[in-house]
């Protein structure tokens, strides 16, 4: 059972910019695809960004393209979220999430461990 577990959320003004972690229990960390999505208030979970295992492959949705970037460290067992040019509507939980087949996939339901999500919230 991989852990995963969640860090650097907080209080941003808009503009501004967090750096999110993600740090695995499972030394096979280096095989998994791995993704961060989030849930802002009412609102279903939704697709942010993901890696594949090799770092060769990333994967955007559209509205944080040119301001979020995805990148990992195998070696610390660690995946990360840059996120820069923070906006109000980049308020949400954020989560992490590993997938065993290793992809860069977009989709929530291929995703086996999730962590407990750390909070982004983006206000003056």
């Known amino acids: 059972q991989v852990q995963l577990v969640e860090s650097g959320g907080g209080l941003v003004q808009p503009g501004g910019s967090l750096r999110l972690s993600c740090a695995a229990s499972e030394r096979t960390f280096s095989t998994y695809g791995l993704g961060w999505f989030r849930q802002a208030p009412g609102k279903e979970r939704e697709f942010v960004a993901a890696?594949?295992?090799?770092?060769?492959?990333?994967n955007y949705v559209d509205f944080v393209k040119g301001r979020f970037t995805i990148s990992r460290d195998n070696a610390k067992n660690t995946v990360y979220l840059q996120m820069n040019s923070l906006k109000p509507e980049d308020t949400a939980v954020y989560y992490c999430?590993?997938?065993?087949?290793?992809?860069?996939?977009?989709?929530?339901?291929?995703?086996?461990?999730w962590g407990q999500g750390t909070q982004v919230t983006v206000s003056s």
């Open positions: 999430a590993a997938n065993k087949y290793g992809m860069s996939d977009n989709r929530p339901t291929w995703y086996d461990y």
């Open positions: 890696i594949s295992w090799s770092g060769a492959s990333t």
